[in-house]
């Protein structure tokens, strides 16, 4: 499916805070996302922005305290509360938390979202001390208990000089809770996915290891297409430079064995694993204690064969009986369709994305992927080249078809 964001129409707040600036990006980064931006500056806010930045980046009116007075301001806040999909004030000072907690509507933002009936979003912004005073914490409280959902605040370096907890979360968090937000009654709402990713690392000794090139690009892709289906998913995942979708849970491992045993464990209340990660064939028979020195010689590192995984996991599922559905992964440089066919048999398994690793563009590190499809029914798909979050997307589509209810 298409980003949970694509079409949804957001009431953007911007308060009185040095982080105003922020929510020009925010405001940028949405719309380029497809999401309709309306927004709402209160006077504070225009101490630190312009609304024609709003404007130039969304394609739309910008809403201030003029409109509340102008000849439809009667009605205005009632057609922006209940013609938008969600209400998010970022940043969200002090003074409007104070002001939304106690029902106080004296601007055009404060009575829109009295107004509304639709979901409301707040980013605080505001110095350590302020946002730890009881009388803050109280009013987050009382909001919480309205259902209004907080992101953040981060801790970092604040505008008073100070370090602490008060600064508004990064716009590509903010971007990710609301992606992950509007997807929660997508299809896989409630579906349990366990997904792989990365190549796994054999240590020779403290310094050196056994590897491969995955990069983890292809298991994070599938991890975000599972959550924007409404997926519960597990991200079992080796060491990347990659940031992890949010909503998932995370489970960092290394080696082969680590891998192993965190699958076994995470299946066993799942509905599909996807195996996207690259693990060892082998790892060493011993892993040295110290640095092995150049001056020593070493001709030979012993090797031992590591736990299949794919294969354990289809054992699992057929003594427990576990309503499972496998998908692997077959990185081939020749006979790509033969080979491919052979691990989906031998594995047991549901589906396998085959791909010639020998191709530059859908080789590891890339940002595409060629992937053939196979399935258990003797049936396959061919993919053309695309990137590795379409072909992601594809792949939980098959997964949409199996595991949604009604499905045949």
Not at 112 to 122: D, S
Not at 394 to 403: E, F, T, Y
Request: glycine fraction near 6%; hydrophobic fraction near 45%.
């Amino acid at each position: 499916m298409a980003n949970p964001l694509e079409g949804k129409c957001i009431v953007l707040g911007v308060t009185g805070s040095i982080a105003a600036y922020k929510a020009v990006d925010l405001a940028s980064r949405l719309t380029k996302q497809g999401v309709i931006v309306n927004t709402i500056l209160t006077e504070s806010a225009q101490r630190f922005v312009n609304p024609i930045s709003f404007q130039s980046v969304t394609g739309r009116k910008s809403y201030t305290e003029n409109d509340l007075w102008s000849g439809e301001g009667h009605v205005v806040h009632v057609h922006l509360g209940q013609n938008s999909d969600l209400i998010l004030i970022a940043p969200a000072s002090a003074n409007t938390i104070a002001k939304l907690a106690n029902g106080i509507a004296d601007n055009l933002l404060c009575i829109t979202v009295l107004a509304a009936t639709n979901p409301v979003v707040l980013a605080p912004a505001m110095d350590a001390g302020m946002f730890a005073h009881p009388s803050t914490q109280a009013n987050l409280r009382i909001l919480q208990e309205r259902d209004v959902k907080f992101i953040g605040p981060a801790c970092g370096h604040l505008a008073s000089g100070l370090t602490g907890k008060g600064r508004m979360e990064d716009t590509a968090q903010i971007i990710n809770y609301l992606r992950y937000f509007f997807s929660q009654k997508n299809p896989l709402h409630g579906k349990k996915l366990v997904i792989t990713a990365g190549g796994t690392q054999e240590p020779i000794d403290p310094v050196r290891m056994i590897s491969n090139r995955s990069s983890g690009k292809q298991g994070y892709a599938l991890a975000q297409a599972a959550l924007d289906e409404g997926a519960q998913v597990t991200l079992i995942s080796t060491p990347t430079q990659l940031e992890p979708p949010f909503g998932c849970k995370v489970i960092h491992v290394d080696q082969a064995e680590h891998m192993h045993a965190a699958v076994m464990d995470e299946i066993v209340k799942a509905h599909a694993l996807i195996m996207a990660a690259a693990v060892a064939d082998f790892t060493p028979v011993a892993t040295q204690k110290e640095k092995i020195k150049k001056e020593i010689p070493l001709k030979v590192i012993e090797l031992k064969p590591t736990k299949d995984i794919l294969c354990d996991v289809n054992a699992l599922k057929i003594k427990s009986k576990l309503d499972l559905k496998i998908i692997g992964f077959a990185a081939e440089s020749q006979n790509l369709k033969e080979n491919a066919r052979k691990k989906l048999q031998e594995k047991g398994l549901d589906m396998i994305a085959a791909n010639n690793i020998s191709q530059p563009e859908s080789g590891f590190g890339a940002d595409t992927n060629q992937v053939l499809l196979l399935f258990a029914d003797g049936s396959h798909e061919q993919l053309p080249l695309m990137s590795k979050q379409e072909v992601a997307e594809k792949i939980v589509q098959h997964l949409v078809s199996w595991l949604s209810e009604g499905a045949a």
